[in-house]
């Protein structure tokens, strides 16, 4: 089994910061892709920030120049570091991870549960 553990998030101003991270958790996990998607009340789930353990990034236009993925995917664990922060940004953020798992390496592909953040002066 695999699980997503997300951190973070909560209250935020316009023009302040905050940070998620994510950690895959699980026996001999080898993540493939690990990142973020959010969802704002009424709108489709997007993507926000996904690394590759080849070290691709890939961010929505949206928060490019405000968004920064980081951390080590060989250690399972991502951050993203939210400056700027706009009220559009609000919505539940979803770690999202695919890899490998276990001794026989099977595929998993995982949401986590969510965490909100809410950007309101």
């Known amino acids: 089994q695999v699980h997503l553990v997300e951190s973070g998030g909560g209250l935020g101003q316009p023009g302040g910061s905050l940070r998620l991270s994510c950690a895959a958790t699980g026996n001999v996990v080898t993540v493939l892709k690990i990142g973020w998607f959010r969802q704002a009340p009424g709108k489709e789930r997007e993507l926000v920030a996904t690394v590759t353990n080849g070290g691709m990034i890939t961010y929505a236009e949206s928060v490019k120049g405000r968004f920064t993925i980081s951390g080590d995917v060989a250690d399972n664990t991502v951050f993203l570091q939210m400056d700027n922060l706009q009220p559009e940004d609000t919505g539940v953020y979803y770690c999202?991870?695919?890899?490998?798992?276990?001794?026989?390496?099977?595929?998993?592909?995982?949401w986590g549960q969510g965490t909100q953040v809410t950007v309101s002066s």
């Open positions: 999202h991870s695919e890899g490998r798992w276990g001794h026989l390496q099977l595929s998993y592909d995982h």
